[in-house]
C-alpha cells in the first residue's frame, strides 16, 4: 500500500481502485476529493467514491478481496429508508480509509459514463461529472453538501451542462429541484 502514516486517505484511493479495475467495478470518486476537484480545496479525513457492480462482482466478494489485498473492512448495509443501500469501508493500520458507497437512490446508471477521467500521483482516477456532482450534493442537504454545490457551481459552473443539470436533480426530487434552481439564480446573480 501506498500510504505511509495517516492523513494519506487519497493515496489509499489508489491502492482500492486498482483492487476496483481488477474487478471491473465501476466508480466515480464523489465527497471532498470531488469538491476539491470543481471548487476550492477541502480537507477530508476519507476518500469516498460510488460503485456499481456489472458480471459476476458482488459486494461480498469485493470485500473479501479487499480484506486478501492487505486492507482492513467493515461492510453497512442501510435500511430501506437510508439514500444509500450499502457502504464498505476499506481502511488502513494508519487511520486513513476509503467509503465505497453503493445504491445511492436517486442516482441513475449513466452517471458513471458522465465520470471524467483525471492523473493524480500518475494514475488515472474517475471523478464524478459535475452535473451529478452538484445534483448529489443538493440530494444530501446538509449546509456543507450545499456549500460545496454552490462552490463547484462558482469555480466550475460555465464547463456545466444546465439542462443536464436540471434532468438528474429532478430525479432526486422536488425539493431538491427547487434548491437547485435558487443555487442557479444565486450564482448568475453573483455573475454579473
Do not use: W
Not at 467495478?25 to 457492480?53: H, N, Q
Not at 486492507?71 to 435500511?79: A, I, K, S, V
Not at 463547484?152 to 439542462?163: I, K, N, T
Amino acid at each position: 500500500m501506498r500510504a505511509t502514516g495517516p492523513g494519506q486517505s487519497a493515496l489509499l484511493l489508489l491502492d482500492v481502485i486498482a483492487v476496483l479495475d481488477k474487478f471491473q467495478v465501476d466508480y466515480a470518486v464523489v465527497g471532498a476529493m470531488a469538491a476539491s476537484f470543481y471548487g476550492p480545496v477541502r480537507a477530508s479525513l476519507d476518500a469516498d467514491a460510488i460503485i456499481s457492480f456489472k458480471g459476476q462482482t458482488s459486494l461480498e466478494n469485493l470485500e473479501r478481496e479487499l480484506k486478501k489485498a492487505g486492507f482492513d473492512t467493515q461492510l453497512r448495509r442501510g435500511d430501506h429508508d437510508d439514500p444509500i443501500s450499502a457502504v464498505l469501508v476499506a481502511a488502513d493500520e494508519h487511520g486513513n480509509r476509503v467509503d465505497l458507497l453503493l445504491g445511492l437512490r436517486g442516482m441513475e446508471a449513466a452517471a458513471f459514463a458522465r465520470a471524467v477521467e483525471v492523473q493524480f500521483m500518475n494514475e488515472p482516477v474517475r471523478i464524478i461529472g459535475i452535473e451529478d456532482f452538484i445534483a448529489m450534493k443538493v440530494f444530501a442537504g446538509s449546509p456543507k453538501d450545499i456549500d460545496d454545490a454552490r462552490n463547484a457551481l462558482a469555480v466550475s459552473g460555465q464547463d456545466l451542462d444546465a439542462d443536464l443539470l436540471r434532468k438528474i436533480t429532478r430525479q432526486y426530487g422536488r425539493q431538491e429541484l427547487d434548491i437547485l434552481e435558487q443555487l442557479l439564480t444565486d450564482n448568475r446573480k453573483t455573475e454579473d
